[in-house]
């Protein structure tokens, strides 16, 4: 028999979840949309390179570490504020 979930445990497992899909949807757009557009972004040039190359090899990377870090902070508040942390 499944246990039940508490109240502030489904609330904490949709607020998880919405920040996951919400994350997701940045990486998405980061790496298929702006790879998509990238020869109409590629009529562009930043610091000599094609703004395309410059934005999927160099922009993408510095997303990919904000969503990192924006994970691990907003986590770390819903750890605590629900009790679920793992410090002591």
């Known amino acids: 028999m499944p246990a039940r979930l508490s109240d502030a445990q489904r609330a904490y497992w949709r607020r998880n979840l919405v920040l996951t899909l919400g994350l997701l949807s940045v990486w998405f757009v980061v790496t ?3 790879g998509y557009f990238a020869d109409e972004l590629n009529t562009i040039s930043f610091l000599g390179f094609p703004l395309g190359f410059y ?3 160099q922009g993408s990377l510095v997303v990919y570490l904000a969503i990192i870090t924006v994970y691990v902070v907003v986590m770390g508040r819903l750890d605590r504020r629900y009790g679920v942390d ?3």
């Open 32 to 34: 298929f949309v702006a």
């Open 86 to 88: 793992e410090r002591h």
């Open 55 to 57: 934005i999927l090899a």
